[in-house]
C-alpha cells in the first residue's frame, strides 16, 4: 500500500495565506526528496519547491520569498506554507515524493486565488 494524501487547498483572497499538507504512508523505501508542482489550465506542470532528505530545498523563482517548503520526515509528511498569494498561484498543487522507481504523486489539490 502507497498513499500520498494531500490537504490545505481552498478559496483565498489575494494576499492571503494557505499551508498544503501531504502525508506519505505505505511501503514507501528510499525517499529522497520531497516536493510540490503545480499546473494551471493550459499550462505545463512545473516544480514549485523541494525539500531533500537531508533539508536543502529549491524553489521556483516566482514563489521564493513567499512559499516555504519544510517536512517531517520521521513522519513522511511535507508541508507548504503559501503566503502574500497571488491570482497567478492559482493551480492543482501535486505532491511529489522521489524515490528509488517511479515517483510517487498525490491526488492534486486545488489553489484558488480569488476576489
Known amino acids: 500500500q502507497v498513499q500520498l494524501v494531500e490537504s490545505g487547498g481552498g478559496l483565498v483572497q489575494p494576499g492571503g495565506s494557505l499551508r498544503l499538507s501531504c502525508a506519505a504512508s505505505?511501503?514507501?523505501?528510499?525517499?529522497?526528496?520531497m516536493g510540490w508542482y503545480r499546473q494551471a489550465p493550459g499550462k505545463q506542470r512545473e516544480l514549485v519547491a523541494t525539500i531533500s532528505s537531508g533539508g536543502s530545498t529549491r524553489y521556483a523563482d516566482s514563489v521564493k520569498g513567499r512559499f516555504t517548503i519544510s517536512r517531517d520526515n520521521a513522519k513522511n509528511t511535507v508541508y507548504l506554507q503559501m503566503n502574500s498569494l497571488k491570482p497567478e498561484d492559482t493551480a492543482v498543487y501535486y505532491c511529489n515524493v522521489r524515490r528509488i522507481g517511479p515517483d510517487l504523486w498525490g491526488q492534486g489539490t486545488q489553489v484558488t486565488v480569488s476576489s
Open positions: 505505505g511501503n514507501i523505501f528510499s525517499i529522497s526528496a
